[in-house]
């Protein structure tokens, strides 16, 4: 091989795609995965090399190079700026996002985006749920939970106003359908209740939806309570109910009157779901979200209850 060779061979492993780390995929089954996307462009660059045209390799935009838009891709992480930063207990966070004008972010109720990180040069991808209503013009909301150990949660705890970041979406299979449903049963530990927010909301703007939403939210303190002033919003609705399980409070006197009756101590188990899904006003389709252990206890439970595979979904 000649030194021109040499060199264009060189070349072209430069040009070559890098194969994802393990911290880039959120595990969340996302299509397209970062897997995905780099055995397509893997595919590109093979056929590319073999018929040793670059230009076949064009189409390709680094996500750097996305400026801040409402079109949102599977594909390409796009750019959005941050215009506030909450803190809601010590370790969780909710953070607006600007949209250009008064765009909308474009998701159906429920479904996620995938955050990019970069902590200490190591790339890193995680699942999060907008809670802003779907109609929302020009922001969307995130809620975060960050934990000690956390690189994505140093990248976030990281965040000012001001501050950029990138996202790429819209994923997720549950397309929630007004009055496609008798009763939703939500199960949500912690953030796990982002999904429900949006799915909730939709059914309360929409004066056509007579769809019945039970909510059951598992916190360890009333303190450590999200959105209390948006659910306790939302329990006035006719077809809207809330309850609260907590973990770590053992005594009703110490929560205010609106929360005693509708709150129960200790964990969600066999016996309070069961109980939960023979007071729903209608044949309830449950959905559940929050740490796998939850997610897969709570499945469970349902199915013990005698709900089928089918009347549930675990995001």
Request: charged residues 20%; proline residues 6%; negative net charge.
């Amino acid at each position: 091989m000649g030194e021109g060779e040499d060199k264009d061979a060189e070349a072209w492993l430069r040009l070559k795609p890098v194969e994802p780390l393990p911290s880039q995929c959120c595990g969340s089954g996302c299509s397209p995965c970062v897997f995905d996307l780099y055995d397509r462009d893997l595919e590109r660059w093979e056929a590319a090399r073999a018929r040793n045209d670059r230009s076949l390799l064009t189409g390709k935009q680094p996500p750097e190079t996305q400026g801040c838009s409402s079109k949102l891709s599977p594909e390409t992480f796009l750019a959005f700026r941050i215009s506030a930063v909450e803190e809601l207990t010590k370790d969780t966070y909710h953070i607006r996002f600007t949209l250009p004008g008064s765009s909308q972010l474009g998701l159906h109720p429920g479904q996620h985006l995938i955050l990019r990180g970069i902590v200490n040069g190591l790339e890193i991808q995680r699942a999060y749920t907008p809670i802003s209503p779907v109609t929302a013009e020009g922001y969307f909301d995130v809620l975060i939970k960050c934990y000690q150990t956390g690189l994505m949660s140093q990248y976030v705890e990281s965040w000012r106003t001001g501050d950029t970041a990138f996202w790429r979406g819209p994923f997720g299979s549950f397309l929630y359908e007004p009055n496609k449903y008798g009763e939703l049963l939500m199960l949500a530990a912690g953030t796990g209740l982002a999904p429900m927010v949006p799915i909730l909301q939709s059914v309360t703007d929409n004066a056509d939806d007579e769809t019945f939403v039970t909510l059951v939210g598992c916190f360890k303190t009333f303190e450590n309570i999200y959105l209390k002033t948006f659910l306790q919003e939302q329990s006035r609705f006719w077809n809207v109910r809330t309850f609260f399980v907590l973990s770590q409070e053992v005594s009703p006197e110490q929560l205010p009157w609106s929360y005693r009756e509708k709150t129960h101590f200790g964990r969600l188990g066999q016996e309070l779901v069961g109980e939960l899904v023979a007071c729903c006003r209608r044949r309830p389709f449950a959905l559940v979200c929050g740490s796998p252990a939850f997610t897969e206890d709570m499945a469970r439970c349902l199915r013990s209850a005698g709900l089928t595979e089918d009347s549930c979904f675990l995001f």
